[in-house]
């Protein structure tokens, strides 16, 4: 004789919190026009969270494989900063082969620089316009990356939250 097995209690949570979020706390769904749109409106921020998560995801990513990039060719170089920003830094570098260059976007993980500054810089010698400051790495984008993700699922618990209300305003007898 076969027995059912008896579903998994995470997967059974896992779809009544998808239902949840969808439909509403009551996880019934509204026929009425109202109901529709706020239903409409939960879906769209939660496909706005998880652009944002993903982006959050690809920056970090992206980091990752600049820096396997340059630890793939890695060459090192003193360099002077010509202008510092906590987003962007321009740098100036002189190859082993008398090369000078000034990468367009920047050096990476440019924290903490300023204009004039005398620094090392790691680059990939297949494309020197790819530059680190020395001893950084794609572990200085978590935090910001994070940063970025938890905020967006802050306002979007509280977009969820209000659209709940709304509805449980609306579907309140007068």
Not at 47 to 67: C, E, F, M, P
Not at 124 to 145: E, G
Not at 154 to 171: M, P, Q, S, V
């Amino acid at each position: 004789m076969a027995t059912v097995a008896p579903k998994k209690p995470l997967l059974v949570s896992l779809k009544a919190l998808w239902r949840t979020l969808i439909h509403g706390p009551g996880g019934e769904t509204s026929h009425t026009k109202a109901g529709r749109l706020i239903r409409w409106a939960r879906i769209g921020v939660l496909i706005l969270v998880t652009l944002v998560t993903l982006q959050s995801v690809l920056l970090v990513a992206g980091a990752w494989r600049n820096d396997l990039a340059i630890e793939a060719n890695m060459g090192v170089a003193p360099a002077e900063v010509l202008s510092a920003g906590p987003r962007r830094s321009t740098v100036e570098f002189v190859t082993p082969d008398r090369v000078t260059y000034r990468p367009e976007l920047g050096v990476l993980y440019p924290s903490e620089l300023a204009t004039g500054m005398r620094i090392y810089v790691e680059y990939d010698t297949t494309n020197p316009d790819l530059v680190r400051v020395q001893h950084r790495n794609a572990a200085l984008a978590i935090v910001p990356a994070g940063s970025i993700a938890v905020v967006g699922w802050l306002i979007a618990a509280a977009a969820l939250i209000g659209l709940a209300l709304l509805e449980k305003r609306l579907e309140r007898p007068r």
